[in-house]
């Protein structure tokens, strides 16, 4: 670190590399990426309530230590991602509704410093900066480990079925209903990814990823989406963390351009059925481009996921449960070309604009930004609210007060920023 302060030399930190656009975890030959992908422990304690696991590990990596200790902790759903990326910007969890988002569950950070320091962030010793890592991504310093609250967990139910897009309309009402429960507390172990899937003949089928953190099959709460007929496939099963985590990321097969973008709603279905109306019609001129594929993601984020952060020292994502129910949506675009690059982004941007808009006249537009989610061009540190972002400032100034992961790092989203042109 010291060698790259003293001669100014730009730098990335790759842990897992998931974010889709180029730069966000490398850098070209002008600098240096710091790859942590050989830091990639994974130690439980003793008392087997705490998993330290290296800043270069993938969900995979920790949750085949802990399935065969019948141990969990709250982290990414999809077994190919990294542990640092996800957790830093926040981190969406099957087991989100009991334990809060995966960054609420870290017990301590170890970072190294832009001084070269290592210095340990918890509730006890650095708090300012713990609460800043968790959702302040890259700007503070370089997670070198995570120490992570641990519980048991034997086998979990869950799996993908998949529906024609005819039931769209129904899906939108059983996903405000599912919220509204959710939120409710009626039964904190089950979580939806409702899914709308794009191809070259336009909108082709829903595909839904249920996970129950219990082995119980058709949970009362779940019966709505597993009862829908007809089904063009059913993988539900009794099964472990690690096979539903492999299972959910062979849905995004490497290879392919990609790009992602994201926006905060209320809990309406009539909203979701306005917006997914946009999404038919703004993709609709680039769906013949090669191997175009688009995923239209909603995700309940209800009040029982919001209230769960001040538990545990509070973080910077600027949500609670004082916002109500809310739903993200996540668009994933793949294709094979980058002379097709503009179109995509275009179409992105265009249908983040619209659909905010028209959320904002509903009064059912929330400004949080999902960072893992968000677009290049997207500002989802600013989504965190004034407050928040005056934390992440004030801790930036008083961790790195030269200012090196926001001059020397370029890759993901600052703490000030002047390119932001989308999208709402």
Partial sequence: MAILVTHACKFAVRGGGHMSWAGAANIDASGVTIDLSAMKQVEVSDDRTITSVGGGARWEDVYLKLDALDLAVSGGRVAAVGVGGLITGGGNSFFASRYGFACDNVQNFEV???????????????????????????????????DLQTF?????????????????????QYLEDFTTASGNGVDDHASIINAYIFTAAGPSLVANQFTYTKPEPFPSILCNFTDLQPQMSNTLRTTNLTNLTIELGQGTPNGLR?????????NNATLFAHIFALATEIFEPIQSIDNFLASFVLQPISKAITSRAHLTGGNSLGISAQDGNLVWLDLTLQWSSPTDDAAVTNATQTLLRCATAYAKAQGLHHDFLYLNYALQTQDPIAGYGSESVAHLRNMSGLYDPSGVFQRLVPGGFKLWREDVGCCG
């Fill in 152 to 172: 048991s967990q034997g086998k979990l139910w869950g799996g993908m079925i998949y529906n024609p897009i005819e039931s769209a309309a129904l899906q939108f």
């Fill in 258 to 266: 990609q790009q992602f973008g994201t926006a905060t709603f209320s």
């Fill in 112 to 146: 190294v410093l832009a001084s070269g320091k290592i210095v340990n962030a918890n509730i006890h010793e650095h708090r300012g900066l713990y609460r800043a890592l968790k959702g302040g991504t890259n700007n503070f310093g370089i997670v070198t480990r995570f």
